[in-house]
């Protein structure tokens, strides 16, 4: 019966480790898109377009879209930065397209990954290291601090896969744990002997009090004060996002 009912559990936790390997892209609807969009006014037309040109080259290359949004807004900051990215993202892509947001903000940088990216970026420290790839060019050359980005993002979509086989082992060898453990639990109850007061219970020591409690009324009545208080945060559709302040 034991070996029975961890089977349900062996199986589940064996597709939840295989199901985050699995980079299909079932929403990708179209050829990735590469774009920069400088809404701050700090790139001439050309830089502009040569930039767009270079993302677009990243994108074919990854398979994902790479969305460049360079600006000088005082109203970004660390706490609302993915927000700004996911908001952009999502104006214009399904958020289960593959596809990554670099903000590019004169005081924050934040990279954003949407769909399967999360395979390949696949923590808040390997985005915030790739937002941060262009800071030390930033004040001297907007242009070579983007391009040194995109380079990243380029490098990290082609990032080996995690071995599916190495997540496999490690939950079998964690459920034979759990099963020993359990085993071990089992045969500890049925093979201790049945414990009595005595075990608790020094009976040379032991005193009883009586206690009564005599009320001045019939009845009595107890009220509690409550208050109640909540509020509603809106849910993060992205699957990976790092950045900081510059």
Not at 77 to 85: A, D, Q, Y
Not at 95 to 119: A, P, Q, R, S, W
Not at 153 to 180: E, K, M, N
């Amino acid at each position: 019966m034991m070996k029975k009912s961890l089977f349900a559990p062996l199986l589940c936790v064996i597709m939840l480790l295989i199901m985050p390997c699995m980079n299909v892209c079932a929403y990708q609807s179209s050829s990735p898109d590469g774009a920069v969009f400088d809404e701050a006014d700090f790139l001439t037309d050309a830089q502009e377009s040569e930039l767009t040109a270079y993302a677009q080259n990243v994108a074919d290359s990854s398979g994902w879209n790479v969305l460049v949004y360079v600006t000088d807004d005082p109203a970004i900051t660390g706490s609302n930065m993915r927000s700004f990215c996911e908001q952009r993202y999502e104006a214009i892509y399904d958020y289960h397209e593959d596809g990554v947001v670099f903000l590019c903000d004169k005081n924050y940088v934040n990279i954003t990954g949407f769909g399967d990216v999360n395979t390949k970026i696949r923590s808040s420290s390997d985005a915030d290291y790739i937002a941060g790839r262009g800071d030390s060019l930033y004040k001297t050359d907007i242009p070579a601090s983007i391009r040194a980005v995109l380079d990243e993002i380029d490098a990290y979509s082609h990032r080996p896969p995690i071995s599916t086989g190495a997540f496999v082992l490690a939950a079998i060898f964690a459920l034979i744990a759990l099963f020993a453990t359990m085993k071990a639990i089992k045969t500890a109850y049925t093979t201790h002997a049945k414990p009595t007061t005595n075990n608790y219970v020094d009976n040379a020591t032991l005193r009883f009090t009586q206690r009564t409690d005599t009320f001045m009324r019939e009845f009595t009545t107890v009220t509690t004060n409550s208050s109640s208080s909540g509020s509603r945060g809106g849910g993060h559709h992205s699957s990976v996002s790092g950045g900081h302040h510059r």
